[in-house]
């Protein structure tokens, strides 16, 4: 592979500031601002998270999913609990999840641990979701090898018939998850890498509402 130079890649970060009198004192409020910031900035995907886990040889593994429910008991998401990452959940349930809006200049870290939600929530978001996704999630056996997109389309095929006329039952492998944070770093960009990045951590010597919250050094 012939080398590649990235190091004169770079930009400056001039969105905005982000001091701590901006801060509001709860962490799960101080997102939603930053989330409906992003929303009516038309920020491409701002529900577009990044989860990580770890495997049990310690290996770390991310990528993308979204974000479909926030609340003060947490952040869901739904995959196949027989996927990778559903497997990697089952044996280690601690977890992060990563938003990255370069438009505006912001990230946002979270920490805790997963669990999964009631099979009531799961149904009916499955119910709410387009027919072809319905259809997707029960033909697909999520990050198992095939052996090409034929298969793929056969399988959906077979349950597109299967249900012709009548209504796709929630596969038992496809559900949600509820990240229960314990961490949140608020990140935003400033020129010359002087950025302001503020963290809210539980504070287990106070009643479980309350969070500390500390300035880093970027």
């Not at 959906?156 to 492998?173: G, L, Q, S, T, W």
């Amino acid at each position: 592979m012939p080398n590649r130079d990235y190091q004169q890649e770079r930009r400056e970060y001039v969105y905005t500031e982000l001091l701590r009198n901006d801060l509001l004192s709860d962490p799960f409020t101080q997102f939603t601002q930053w989330m409906d910031q992003a929303l009516t900035n038309q920020i491409i995907d701002p529900t577009a998270m990044s989860v990580s886990t770890v495997d049990n040889n310690g290996q770390p593994h991310s990528r993308v999913v979204l974000l479909k429910e926030t609340n003060e008991q947490g952040f869901v998401f739904y995959t196949h609990y027989d996927s990778h990452k559903g497997q990697q959940i089952a044996q280690n349930a601690k977890a992060a999840l990563l938003f990255f809006w370069p438009q505006m200049d912001r990230q946002i870290r979270i920490e805790g641990n997963l669990e999964k939600i009631s099979e009531q929530q799961s149904d009916d978001y499955f119910h709410s979701r387009p027919r072809d996704s319905q259809l997707a999630a029960a033909s697909s056996q999520q990050s198992s090898v095939v052996t090409g997109r034929k298969m793929l389309e056969q399988n959906y095929a077979i349950e597109a018939e299967r249900y012709e006329h009548i209504e796709v039952k929630r596969p038992d492998h496809w559900g949600g998850y509820r990240l229960i944070p314990n961490h949140f770093e608020f990140w935003q960009g400033r020129p010359n890498r002087m950025h302001d990045r503020f963290i809210f951590e539980k504070d287990t010597n106070k009643s479980h509402q309350a969070w500390s919250i500390s300035r880093l050094a970027p």
